[in-house]
């Protein structure tokens, strides 16, 4: 009877045992457990910031390039218009030899009087203005240039940042 007894209690005993030697490692279990939810949450929220990032700097990479083709565009413009009026200035100065020309060739005597107090002078001036107009468009051809050089730049800069956070968002989803 003793022995039975004794038997019952470490039957007993035994599972209680068995509980407490668990219950530790359950806890633990269930630390680690936590702890890394709270590390994965954690990294996905540096992760959803670091993409929110990412698209407001896709965002200002398309505005960007919107405004570097304007950029291009004026510059194209001023080269247009600068061009035009070389090739306009360069026909004034033709124009005003061919009517130097026929007046020497002209046999009327009022003729180079004519020309040089009309003709000549209306010929000049319309040269000079060709030529203020030229280098008017040349400095707005040299503040366009100017101009798309720092929107490229921008652009190269948006491009960089994208190019960074891509590198750590593919180092993230590596993780």
Known sequence: MRRLGLLILILCMIPTSALSQTTPTDSQTLQAILSEIRQ?????RATSAMAAKAQIALYRLQREDEVVARAMQRLNDARSKSDRLETDKNNKV???EQARNAVG???DPDAQQRFDQVVLPTLKSQLELLQRQQQQAKAEETV???QLQDEQDRLTELNDLLDR???ALEDAGQK
């Open 144 to 146: 366009a240039q100017q």
């Open 94 to 96: 033709l124009e005003i």
């Open 165 to 167: 956070y891509n590198a």
């Open 105 to 107: 060739h002209n046999q």
């Open 40 to 44: 994965l949450r954690h990294e996905l």
